[in-house]
């Protein structure tokens, strides 16, 4: 057993963390105008497509109203970064405190799926499933939806700080399953709507710990010659 798993890390480095972070316009006619994709995966070839699919169901399709979904399009290793979310920037609630609602939907989603919001850009996303330092204390406020198959409301309240001109709210699929989204809502709370206290789940120790293993590993590696220096 120790063998293989060396093994594995081996492969791991060789193949190596060629994580695609993907912030991409939705300009396409399958997202709705103003939401960004916001894609963290990782494969054996730098540049390959996202294990993500993220689109738009028409209301025809979805009963009666539209209906976003996220979706894993390939198993997905559970010791690897792998996130799929789309957001929307918020501007002018500096000191205020929101509430981002949805109805939600989930199945097969095995470690974390559910509405979030950050203040910033939401890079903070990519940077937890990176593993990134200190990134623990980071965490930016999530509500998970129970992967039963079965329509939920869902929602997540965050005091907006005063030095933050701008949130990012969004919906997000950690690892494999599928998440639909439907009859978005987002608006100014009172104080007495108590403010979410879970996070977005993302096992940042084991990215974090297996991004290391492959650093490591590439640094034993011998000089290589550049790939098609003549661009042939």
């Known amino acids: ?43 054996e070839t730098p540049g390959a497509d996202s294990a993500f699919d993220i689109s738009l169901l028409p209301a025809s399709d979805a009963g009666a109203t539209p209906t976003l979904t996220i979706r894993s399009t390939r198993p997905l290793r559970m010791d690897m970064p792998q996130l799929g979310a789309l957001t929307q920037h918020a501007y002018g609630y500096a000191s205020q405190r929101v509430r981002f609602s949805a109805e939600m939907r989930a199945l097969g989603a095995k470690a974390w799926a559910g509405l979030y919001m950050t203040p910033g850009n939401g890079n903070v996303l990519g940077r937890a499933a990176m593993g990134a330092p200190g990134i623990e204390d980071r965490l930016p406020p999530g509500a998970p939806v129970t992967a039963d198959d079965q ?69 034993k590696l011998p000089p290589q010659a550049l790939a098609n220096a003549r661009l042939d």
């Open 151 to 219: 329509w939920q409301a869902v929602s997540v309240v965050m005091d907006a700080p005063a030095d933050a001109p701008m949130l990012s709210v969004g919906m997000a699929l950690v690892g494999e399953g599928q998440l639909w989204v439907r009859r978005l809502h987002f608006e100014v709370v009172g104080p007495e709507v108590p403010v979410t206290r879970s996070t977005i789940a993302i096992d940042w120790a084991q990215a974090r710990q297996t991004l290391a293993v492959s650093q490591r590993t590439l640094a």
């Open 1 to 43: 057993m120790k063998q293989d798993f060396a093994m594995d890390y081996r492969a791991l480095a060789l193949i190596p963390i060629a994580a695609l972070v993907l912030s991409v316009s939705a300009a396409s006619p399958r997202l709705p105008e103003g939401w960004l994709v916001n894609s963290v995966s990782s494969g």
